[in-house]
């Protein structure tokens, strides 16, 4: 694809803004990757934290201001606290000096590396829920804003019809009621993400989903991180309403690690590492089933590896990703924990049994496969999410006044 202007020195330049967090810069990075192909000029900007981790785990010169991936360039901003600062410790003040700081931050980066009257003008700016801030810098600059939905769009729906009171949530005067929501199946307490239920303990973050969602117009377009055919009831229940076509431990240090001696005790029955590459795990033949916390990018690297899954939900969205894999996608199962809320030994056995050859096996391993192939087609040439992604960046450019010349396959 070649995109052309009257200037002919013009390029179309989009940024996209996450957290550090490697959950939502991976989301980020997929998309960066596709617009690449599509013949956009795109830029990741994270803070300064990404930086140092980056610099632990591989070669990159330390003095670099910028970082290529796959075609994606990636800069950095400061958050206004020191790189040994764990914002892990007091999630609520973290989160608001980064938008107080952060802002004046990126909005220099915008302002050094994508001046107004350069051929580096930015077209869009794209951030996640998690720093919305950033649409508020983009209207500062003039500069549409897109907002990229890192989790299913089944939850978009959710929290759209609470934040703007479409339907009624479990309250303290009645914390266990079930919900019906179009397009969903009949949701009980424990399927609905933390955020949303009584007992949140999660202070200010969904005070900024609360904010995002009062705000819709900051944005012109949302795109949500899924595809039709796999949320086909939830995105077609939100076409009247919207344009969508680190939390605080309560665990003592040292609840995490492992017991003295474990490793070596279980060193002949399996592998505890601190990291892999997730994709490549799944993809590989020998692997029959997927142990997981449902969070959305690995449901979506499960999916696309037809790999069958055992849900282990834990807080935020994964209650509910877990309930659409066990009663929409119908690809795996849900660990259940007695009334003590533990997950016994027995509960994961009878789970990986039922996988592996019970009664429910060939129906669970078939979905799974079926889903695959789903997920190739989406992101294939003139598939629903290729289609997607080029309507938006063709809107893209005709904002900026530039025409698209050519063809561009994508393959990614």
């Not at 033949?285 to 916390?293: D, K, L, N, R, V």
């Not at 129906?363 to 080029?390: M, Y």
Request: glycine letters at 6%.
């Amino acid at each position: 694809m070649e995109i052309l202007s009257e200037n002919k020195e013009e390029e179309i330049h989009v940024l996209m803004v996450a957290l550090s967090s490697q959950g939502h810069i991976n989301p980020m990075l997929r998309l960066g990757k596709r617009l690449v192909n599509k013949g956009l000029h795109v830029t990741l900007a994270t803070t300064e934290f990404t930086r140092r981790r980056m610099l632990k785990s591989s070669t990159i010169n330390p003095t670099a201001s910028s970082i290529s991936i796959s075609g994606v360039q990636v800069r950095f901003f400061s958050d206004g606290q020191n790189l040994d600062y764990d914002g892990k410790v007091n999630v609520d003040s973290y989160m608001e000096n980064l938008a107080n700081f952060g802002a004046i931050s990126l909005s220099n980066l915008i302002k050094e590396h994508f001046p107004s009257n350069g051929h580096k003008k930015l077209s869009c700016i794209i951030n996640n829920p998690f720093v919305s801030w950033v649409a508020d810098v983009a209207i500062s600059h003039g500069i549409p804003c897109a907002m990229v939905w890192i989790q299913p769009c089944s939850l978009f729906s959710i929290y759209y019809r609470f934040y703007n009171k479409l339907n009624s949530l479990p309250t303290l005067t009645d914390p266990e009621m079930s919900v019906e929501l179009p397009g969903l199946p009949l949701l009980r307490a424990g399927d609905l993400p933390s955020y949303l239920l009584p007992s949140n303990p999660f202070g200010s973050l969904p005070k900024l989903l609360s904010d995002m969602f009062q705000n819709m117009k900051k944005y012109k377009w949302v795109l949500g991180n899924s595809f039709f055919g796999l949320e086909r009831d939830a995105i077609e229940s939100m076409a009247d309403l919207c344009p969508i076509s680190p939390h605080r431990s309560s665990k003592p240090d040292g609840a995490g690690q492992l017991p003295l001696g474990f490793l070596e005790e279980t060193k002949d029955q399996g592998l505890v590492v601190s990291w892999s590459p997730q994709t490549k795990v799944l993809a590989h033949p020998a692997i029959s089933c997927f142990i997981t916390h449902c969070g959305w990018n690995s449901m979506l690297e499960t999916i696309s590896a037809g790999v069958p899954v055992i849900a282990y939900p834990q807080w935020t969205d994964q209650p509910t990703n877990a309930k659409l894999i066990a009663d929409i996608f119908r690809n795996g199962l849900r660990l259940r924990a007695n009334q003590d809320g533990i997950v016994s030994n027995e509960e994961v056995e009878k789970c990986i049994r039922e996988i592996m050859d019970g009664p429910k096996s060939v129906e669970l391993k078939s979905n799974a496969r079926e889903l695959r192939v789903a997920a190739r087609e989406a992101v294939a040439g003139a598939g629903s999410s290729d289609k997607n992604i080029q309507l938006f960046v063709d809107e893209i450019i005709r904002s900026c006044g530039s025409i698209v010349k050519g063809s561009c396959n994508d393959t990614s």
